[in-house]
């Protein structure tokens, strides 16, 4: 005789022990805190960094000047000057932007956000190589290679801190609420 399932017939439940479900908000730990904290730091630096080019305007134009020989002159001058400053602002303000947004995804347990940060932190590191080989060829190390240096070592810290041992587990996938897997899958190595 066929089994029938109606309203007073129980679902068919396996025995068995089942697996908690992780259905509990995650506490990040403390190396994950860490990191947010040093991330947001991070975007302190490059708006500080921001903030010291905005004083080198003199600076950048005898540079301009310099470079075309004098025949830039006046407005032209001018546009140059300004141009290379907002380029500067709007980086920078990218840059801080994306630092907070990274320390948010970060801190949530969301694993791409780390991998992400880490290939952000790869970037300015080859930025950086860049940047100092060429402040060194043209004897113009200052202040800049000290936020740069700044930057890279407070990028470096939060990789290390998202990477730890003590971070993995908050970024490992959760089981789904409600989520009860078939008891025996995923088969247990012997």
């Not at 960094?49 to 075309?68: G, K």
């Not at 950086?128 to 700044?150: C, R």
Request: net charge neutral.
């Amino acid at each position: 005789m066929p089994q029938s399932y109606g309203p007073s017939a129980p679902y068919p439940v396996p025995a068995g022990p089942y697996p908690p479900v992780d259905a509990a908000p995650r506490v990040a730990p403390q190396s994950v805190q860490i990191a947010f904290y040093v991330m947001l730091t991070g975007a302190v630096v490059t708006l500080l960094a921001m903030a010291y080019s905005l004083t080198m305007l003199d600076e950048v134009r005898s540079n301009a000047l310099d470079a075309s020989g004098g025949v830039l002159r006046g407005d032209d001058l001018d546009l140059l000057v300004y141009a290379s400053i907002g380029g500067g602002v709007v980086s920078s303000l990218v840059t801080a932007g994306l630092w907070v947004w990274m320390a948010f995804v970060c801190r949530a347990g969301k694993n791409w956000g780390r991998i992400t940060g880490t290939v952000f932190f790869g970037l300015n590191a080859l930025f950086y190589v860049f940047g100092t080989v060429m402040a060194m060829v043209t004897a113009t190390a200052g202040i800049a290679l000290v936020f740069s240096t700044v930057t890279l070592a407070v990028g470096l810290a939060a990789v290390i801190l998202l990477w730890n041992g003590m971070s993995g587990p908050y970024f490992a996938p959760r089981t789904p609420q409600g989520y009860q897997p078939y008891p025996g899958y995923p088969p247990v190595a012997p």
